[in-house]
């Protein structure tokens, strides 16, 4: 008898037994069912679980589908259709659409159905605040928009949040919102994703901290759907509002949710010697503090932009910081994704993430060992070690914010030189034992891991020369290069952000070095 609090409950009570009696379900290959013998069922002795946190989610930017682009959207969704299942299978109980001010789209409809039937709770919403105040409205209503550092109202950011009429507005979209998407359980208002200026700067919104003009719009969109009996309402911890304003008075149906993008990701985030983290910690605590425990946590272990395009690796990180956050008291977790490039770039995190939202005893190491059985089942021993140096690669480079926009002090320039040079060198022997494998004619995966490697590596060599000083041009170059070792690789294996994205991306991460370069 399998026994449970909802229908979800129970599809995870039998993906959990399914395991037990030896099902597997590795990240990115077929489910594997073996033959039950009934004496092997009824030997089964009974177990009670609880999940660790009781929203385990993973959050995606809907632009990333490429949905204008049918082959593009199609190539997307081919991987939905097995990363859905494994989610559910492990246990993930929800998935974040994220809204840019760019979209046309709130969610992928195809997906509907497949996270539904799946039991995976859909939630939406993102940086919408600049949609729920159409853009448009600046032509007729200038004075619902923020005025800028120059004194002058901007159809850029979010609201002027002192203006009566521009917030009645968001509270009608938003309820519109709502009773459009009656699916969704958590509602994400978030704001524009820079960092300053998004904000109003007229006489009576000046007085008021970033923190608390959002609060304001949040509170009366929150109010305005509690009515309605909505979702919960989202107030994002990001950027500008990472540090808690003391007077924000959230309504019961806000949550706050912890975005630390900026953090130390070489340091578990409770670490007292790590030189970053600390002060997002205890951002946190006071964030739990004036929201009386009701929180979320936004995690970056697989974001693609953060770690620059290249592949890493940190289940220890993942292991202490979910435990850390557990111990704090909170129940909610998500991580962000980019498709089937976070499947090639992060598969080590992404198993880390689902096992640790379950079970805070699991073991990172034999979690990378098994990354490494599941992905390779016929080089396990090889890709295992591969994965450990670029485990040892990741404490090493991810010590600052954007891997990409190295923006250390001089005096700090020689000790992080130094780091990356190690951390090269650990790469090197990730991609020797690649070439290993490739050599015995195994498993095409690892040639497509052994490129991404390549480029990291490359990239790395780039950077510890461009922060040298003295060949900045020909260390961009250098960069530029690397991304020829992406375009190698199969387009169904880096999908959709790795084929087209990450060009893109790149090309706006070289315009900041040359920039920089010249203020230099």
């Not at 992060?346 to 190491?365: E, K, M, S, T």
């Not at 404490?395 to 005096?411: C, E, F, I, N, S």
Request: aromatic share 10%; glycine share 6%.
């Amino acid at each position: 008898m399998l026994e449970a609090r909802s229908s979800r409950g129970v599809l995870h009570a039998v993906y959990h037994l399914l395991e037990r009696l030896g099902a597997r379900f590795p990240l990115g290959r077929p489910a594997e069912f073996p033959r039950i013998q009934r004496e092997r069922l009824m030997a089964v002795k009974p177990s009670s679980v609880e999940p660790a946190f009781a929203r385990r989610a993973f959050v995606s930017d809907i632009m990333t589908w490429n949905y204008t682009d049918e082959d593009r959207l199609r190539l997307h969704l081919e991987h939905d259709r097995e990363f859905i299942p494994w989610m559910a299978r492990h246990g993930i109980n929800a998935f974040s659409f994220i809204r840019q001010a760019t979209d046309s789209r709130i969610r992928i409809d195809e997906l509907k159905p497949r996270l539904a039937e799946r039991g995976v709770a859909a939630e939406y919403g993102g940086h919408v605040l600049q949609l729920l105040l159409p853009r448009e409205r600046f032509e007729t209503n200038p004075e619902y928009f923020p005025i800028g550092a120059d004194g002058q109202r901007m159809p850029r950011g979010n609201v002027c949040v002192s203006n009566r009429a521009a917030i009645d507005l968001v509270r009608a979209n938003a309820l519109n919102y709502v009773t459009d998407y009656p699916e969704n359980q958590l509602l994400h208002i978030w704001g524009a994703d820079v960092q300053g200026g998004a904000w109003c700067r007229c006489a009576e919104c000046a007085r008021l901290s970033p923190q608390l003009q959002y609060m304001k719009v949040v509170n009366a969109v929150a109010e305005a759907i509690a009515g309605e009996a909505g979702p919960p309402v989202a107030y994002l911890a990001y950027h500008d509002t990472i540090e808690p304003d003391p007077q924000l008075n959230p309504l019961a149906n806000v949550w706050f949710e912890w975005a630390p993008r900026e953090r130390c990701y070489s340091h578990p985030i409770d670490d007292p010697s790590c030189e970053t983290n600390p002060r997002y910690w205890e951002s946190l605590k006071r964030y739990l503090e004036l929201f009386d425990g009701r929180g979320h946590v936004f995690e970056y272990y697989a974001d693609a932009i953060l770690f620059g395009g290249m592949g890493f690796a940190t289940p220890a990180i993942i292991a202490r910081d979910l435990r850390a956050y557990h111990a704090l008291g909170l129940r909610s977790i998500s991580c962000l994704t980019f498709g089937a490039f976070s499947m090639l770039a992060y598969p080590v995190n992404l198993i880390a993430f689902v096992r640790g939202a379950r079970d805070l005893g699991f073991d990172p190491d034999t979690t990378l060992a098994d990354a490494a059985a599941e992905r390779h089942p016929a080089c396990a021993a090889e890709m295992a070690a591969a994965y450990r140096a670029i485990e040892r690669a990741s404490a090493l480079v991810l010590t600052y914010g954007d891997v990409m926009r190295p923006k250390l002090a001089a005096q700090a320039r020689a000790r992080k030189r130094a780091e990356l040079g190690e951390a090269i060198a650990a790469i090197r022997k990730a991609i020797e034992a690649a070439e290993h494998v490739l050599g015995t004619g195994k498993a095409p995966l690892v040639a497509a891991e052994r490129e991404l490697w390549e480029y990291g590596l490359e990239t790395l060599n780039g950077i510890v020369e461009y922060m040298g000083g003295s060949a900045r041009e020909a260390a961009i170059k250098r960069i530029d290069a690397a991304l020829e070792h992406v375009r190698a690789i199969e387009l169904e294996i880096k999908g959709n952000w790795g084929a087209y994205e990450l060009e893109r991306i790149h090309q706006i991460w070289l315009d900041a070095l040359r920039r920089k370069r010249a203020e230099d």
